[in-house]
């Protein structure tokens, strides 16, 4: 009975030792995310001159002057009053939504396919499509540029701009939708679509009663996904965008101009960009991580 | 006649000026010429066409977009000016002359990175000149209405007789330095070297050297490095390494006329005795300076100028704006005095060669695509005529801190005034706390004119240097700059670094 | 393309024929190619648009010398654009440092976004973990890299500040530093600097995905390895790690992937420098295509930069498919 008792103990003090452990390396992990945000948000709302203080090296204590100052929001309201940044965000918005939308409502489809299908040379097929999101994106800016000429996306017009910009976001998007998802639907059991089929189901019919609604959780994370590359963007926005469908990122690089990186901008406009995240964060938590039926289907 | 003259004068955006100042008279503006009827048709000819300038994001081309309006009025031309990175705006032009599409009816050409590879995509300027339906401006165009050779540093390439730009912008190089630090430490400085801590336009490039020892020695509270250089790879690196280069001996890459450029070079210098030399000596400077200097450009160096970490930057006339802004800046509030940049010293040049100021520049200049269809190249000349005209420059100056390239502008008397800091017309701000109880109540009306006295004197042979103006210009600078950053960082001796350079180079030229 | 075809022929048919033609037709074309390709045709078909004549001109290109001037026409080179990269000093640093790039990035990634996805698994608050860690993954490169250039700046940063406090650096500078980093083998401090900025962006990209391959993990086999008395380790190599392989892998191939495509943070924290100790290859390739404008060269670069990606593609993806054949076997 001791012994046992002695057993446990030295297990509890094992396993309160590995707990500690954890913690710290959850709380390691959550500085090293937080702190550079920390940083920017609390940047973003000072003077240039005090957001360029630091204290001297191995001054730990002095450190905690970074919460001393007056804060402004003057480069919050400048974003929006100086530069349009309520268009690029729309912009932004407008493009790589409609992007990751196109993505993903083409992508399932073909994910299904690749999942589902018994095509010759289908390893190939699938492996072409992931190819095309490689090259890099440098050596065939120029005849996409001739693409887009010819298409007349490149005119001044915003429309036509926000279309090539999701023309150009589809390109990197649909690829990754179509690998992301493929592996979700490999994973719902062929028997429920058969047992469908017996019912008097037609393919598609039984796609979209049976698969989509199961493949939610999939398709909304490659939607998130989707949407955050696309909304990082930077050089597809650059050269395609122009200046009526300039994007948030674009906005921001341009900041920095030739005689001054505008700081506080920039930081601001970052900090903005952390923002969805906060709602995204829920869709996130619903679907994607809570949401994974698919263990419990397979099983 | 009266009338028609006011109402040409409302049209270009003068009609404060002629009560303001009454230099109308005196400059040259041949402004009846201008409101003559068939002239006003001349720039009402392509009204409603639609027109793209491609710039970088300088001061000038921000200040003209915030004050396009006059030229919409005379011309009726709807115009669109896209401001971006160089890097962007080489990037863009590039690919659209390379592409034949001109859609960019004129865009922004910086002498060498874009106008030395890329010039035969731009329309020749004398075609336009010599065109008599299209309008002239006062003054004209001539060479001589402009800075000392600014329109062959800016238009003219090799042996092409074609003027490819105007010179629309000036960005040179001066040297500023921080007067109050420099007399609040003069004692210590002389009681370590026995010299005062002084800086003049015969200070040497080894005395800032010696500077920067004393600054980084003494760990100030107030400043903690001499100099704030600007080595980061590219062009940046390649303007910060040619005034020390050229200031110690004059010494070029190779020996062509440095304002026409060369097709085809030759051989270069690189490797030599002078080369070698003062490699190791900016390796020097290099350690003495902000150590961020390496990766710093210009803005990066501006940053750690005003940030009150650095003494002296050799910086850009334009950055003046930004040194003055008590908001931004700790070195505003009268504490930057501006001077030519350092000269040679006779101890760091091989030879006899001659020690001077070395003074470079990037001078940005309007060109006309020749891919644009030739109805929007005119109404592109129209514009590019109007933004480098006196009057656009010297409203640009006043009103948002421009950098003019026609003379005239620097003669007009308040700008003369504003050279000076004593007689320079300031306006008042909300007032600015810099340190603990000094206030700035005001600053300069134009910022940028304390520059200028350094900077007419800087833009002269011996001192100036402008090459080189060669076609390949941005991948030798990479190969410069690459091979110098690794002197630098230890990573090579200057001997090989240099002697890397000149086979690397030489092989681009196909030597 | 079917519908249009029946709204025209109904009128010279009566409705009941109409609807047989038209079903007959619709059926004939429908049956010219099977359920599965048909619904992936408008993907191929977007991908084959906007893929085919980029890659050919790539090609085309890599042969040539790319005309400078208006009224000069590009001249063929044959195969110089890919021999004179042997001795390109530039080229080869490139690609000594994407290697680099890869494997410290994908590394660090992999094994520290797969430890922190396992341990806030099903802890209290998850939820809330989440939503934090993956926030670096909204800040858009370009504006990571200047948040990172305001860290690392010597004048002003935070992050230099911390790192010469507490005493991991020793040199006086991190974005102007070319001395290599903890060992003289390693590359520059300055590419290590580079290297962090990417880990702090997408290191939550591992963590979301793992954390959804962690979920599907079927319970019973935990079970399962929890009455065979597996510890934590052996649960995780047995289980869990055969589970989450293959989203694993996809996130992989798409972080190696877009280290090769994109550049936004090499491009705003050091352009290559210092001393060319952060000019991986495809910034490099940048250099010579939109720098130096050789178009031909860099043609030439890019596709070689694109045979290599699909070669460690092709590495991966067959990883993948193994793994499903091993699960087909034994199942």
Request: charged content about 20%; overall charge positive; hydrophobic content about 45%.
């Amino acid at each position: 009975m001791a012994r046992t008792e002695l057993v446990s103990k030295a297990a509890k003090r094992k396993r309160a030792f590995w707990r500690t452990l954890m913690y710290i390396a959850i709380a390691a992990f959550f500085l090293w995310t937080t702190l550079p945000l920390l940083i920017m948000a609390l940047s973003s709302i000072k003077e240039h001159r005090d957001a360029f203080q630091i204290p001297q090296v191995g001054d730990w204590l002095g450190a905690l002057k970074i919460a001393s100052f007056s804060p402004t929001f003057h480069h919050y309201t400048d974003l929006f009053t100086k530069e349009h940044f309520a268009q690029f965000i729309l912009n932004s918005v407008i493009a790589s939504g409609s992007a990751s939308i196109i993505a993903v409502s083409l992508g399932s489809l073909a994910a299904y396919g690749l999942a589902r299908g018994k095509i010759p040379g289908e390893q190939h097929l699938s492996f072409w499509i992931l190819s095309t999101r490689m090259a890099p994106v440098v050596a065939v800016m120029v005849p996409l540029y001739s693409i887009f000429t010819g298409l007349g996306l490149l005119e001044p017009s915003r429309w036509r701009n926000l279309l090539g910009l999701i023309l150009a976001y589809t390109t990197f998007d649909l690829p990754f939708a179509v690998w992301f998802m493929r592996s979700f639907f490999e994973d719902i059991p062929v028997e429920l679509e058969e047992a469908a089929k017996v019912d008097g189901c037609s393919n598609l019919k039984a796609f979209r009663k049976i698969i989509l609604p199961l493949a939610m959780p999939g398709i909304v994370a490659a939607l998130i996904l989707c949407l955050i590359f696309s909304w990082n963007d930077f050089i597809f926005a650059s050269i395609f965008g122009q200046q009526a469908a300039k994007t948030l990122p674009v906005a921001t690089s341009e900041l920095h101009s030739t005689v001054s990186i505008e700081w506080g901008g920039i930081l601001a406009s970052g900090t903005l960009l952390v923002v969805p995240m906060l709602f995204l964060g829920l869709l996130v938590k619903k679907y994607l991580v809570q949401g994974m039926t698919m263990g419990a289907v397979r099983q | 006649m009266d009338v028609t003259r006011r109402e040409a004068l409302k049209k270009i955006g003068l009609g404060g000026l002629v009560l303001v100042g009454g230099h109308i008279v005196k400059s040259p503006l041949g402004l009846t010429q201008l409101a003559h009827a068939s002239d006003d048709k001349k720039w009402k000819q392509f009204a409603g066409s639609k027109i793209v300038f491609m710039s970088e994001d300088t001061p000038p081309t921000a200040a003209i977009k915030s004050k396009i309006k006059p030229f919409l009025e005379l011309t009726g031309i709807d115009i669109e000016i896209i401001e971006e990175h160089l890097d962007i705006v080489a990037e863009k032009v590039g690919i659209d002359v390379r592409g034949r599409k001109g859609a960019y009816a004129c865009y922004y050409s910086q002498d060498k990175p874009i106008g030395a590879p890329f010039y035969k995509h731009a329309e020749d300027l004398r075609k336009f000149e010599k065109d008599p339906t299209l309008p002239k401006v006062p003054d004209g165009t001539g060479s001589d209405v402009w800075l000392h050779r600014f329109l062959d540093i800016t238009g003219r390439f090799y042996d092409d007789p074609k003027i490819a730009a105007y010179p629309y912008d000036n960005a040179v190089a001066v040297m500023m330095y921080r007067k109050d630090l420099f007399e609040k430490y003069s004692p210590n400085f002389e009681a370590e070297t026995g010299k005062p801590l002084v800086y003049t336009d015969k200070t040497t490039w080894k005395e800032v050297l010696e500077i920067c020892k004393f600054f980084k020695k003494a760990k100030f509270p107030d400043v903690k490095y001499g100099i704030a250089l600007q080595g980061r790879e590219g062009w940046g690196g390649q303007l910060d390494y040619q005034r020390v280069s050229y200031a110690n001996g004059m010494w070029l890459e190779w020996d062509f006329d440095d304002y026409f450029g060369a097709v085809n070079p030759g051989p270069c210098k690189w490797g030599d005795e002078q080369s070698i030399m003062t490699m190791g000596n900016y390796k020097e400077l290099m350690k003495y300076a902000h150590p961020d200097s390496l990766t710093n450009d210009w803005s990066g160096a501006n940053t750690a100028y005003i940030t009150g970490l650095a003494a002296m930057q050799p910086q850009y006339g334009e950055f003046a704006a930004v040194v003055e802004d008590p908001k931004q800046s700790k070195a505003a509030g009268g504490r930057t005095v501006y001077d030519l940049c350092p000269k040679g010293d006779p101890s760091w040049i091989v030879g006899n060669g001659k020690a001077v100021n070395g003074t470079n520049f990037g001078i940005g200049g309007i060109a006309i695509n020749h891919w644009a269809k030739p109805e929007l190249q005119k109404a592109a000349y129209l514009f590019a005529l109007w933004s480098t005209s006196h009057d656009t420059q010297y409203m640009v100056l006043k009103d948002v801190g421009g950098t003019p390239t026609r003379k005239s502008v620097f003669e007009m008397p308040d700008v003369k005034k504003a050279f000076v800091r004593a007689t320079a017309p300031m306006k008042k701000i909300k007032p600015v706390e810099m340190d603990k109880g000094v206030m700035v109540d005001k600053v300069p009306l134009m910022p940028n004119a304390l520059t200028y006295g350094p900077i007419l004197k800087g833009i002269w042979k011996p001192d100036t240097v402008v090459g080189p103006k060669v076609p390949k210009f941005n991948e030798y600078i990479q190969i410069q700059t690459s091979e110098i950053q690794k002197c630098v960082a230890g990573l090579k001796s200057p001997k090989e670094a240099c002697l890397e350079i000149k086979k690397k180079t030489d092989r681009l030229f196909r030597v | 393309m079917a519908h249009l075809k029946d709204g025209t022929m109904s009128q010279n048919v009566s409705p009941l024929q109409s609807e047989n033609a038209f079903s007959r037709l619709f059926d004939r074309i429908k049956g010219m190619l099977p359920f599965h390709l048909w619904i992936m045709l408008p993907t191929i078909i977007v991908l084959a648009a906007i893929t085919i004549y980029p890659f050919i001109w790539m090609i085309v290109m890599s042969f040539k010398e790319t005309a400078m001037n208006p009224g000069e026409s590009d001249i063929w080179v044959g195969l110089y654009n890919y021999t004179r990269l042997l001795d390109d000093e530039p080229f080869i640093n490139g690609v000594k440092l994407l290697l680099w790039y890869f494997l410290l990035c994908l590394s660090i990634e992999v094994l520290v976004g797969t430890s922190v996805a396992l341990l806030i698994n099903n802890v209290k608050w998850e939820n809330f973990f989440i939503i934090i860690f993956i926030m670096p993954m909204m800040v858009a490169p370009i504006i990571v890299g200047y948040l990172f250039r305001f860290l690392y700046n010597v004048s002003f940063g935070w992050g230099y500040w911390l790192l010469k406090s507490s005493g991991l650096m020793s040199g006086e500078t991190i974005l102007a530093n070319a001395k290599p980093w903890l060992f003289s083998f390693f590359p520059s401090t300055a590419f290590m600097a580079v290297v962090a900025a990417d880990v702090w962006e997408w290191t939550p990209l591992i963590i979301l995905i793992v954390l959804a391959g962690l979920k599907a993990v079927p319970q019973d086999q935990l079970e399962a390895a929890r009455v065979d008395g597996a510890g934590p380790v052996r649960t995780f190599l047995e289980v869990t790690l055969p589970n989450i392989k293959s989203v694993l892998l996809i996130a992989l191939v798409v972080r190696f992937m877009d280290n090769v495509r994109y550049i936004d943070l090499i491009y705003v924290l050091t352009k290559g420098g210092p001393a060319d100790t952060t000019k991986i290859l495809p910034f490099y390739l940048y250099n010579v295509s939109f720098r130096y404008f050789e178009f031909g060269r860099g043609a030439a670069i890019g596709f070689i930069l694109l045979l290599f990606t699909i070669f460690m593609g092709l590495f991966f993806v067959n990883v993948v498919f193994k793994k499903k054949k091993e699960v087909s076997n034994s199942g």
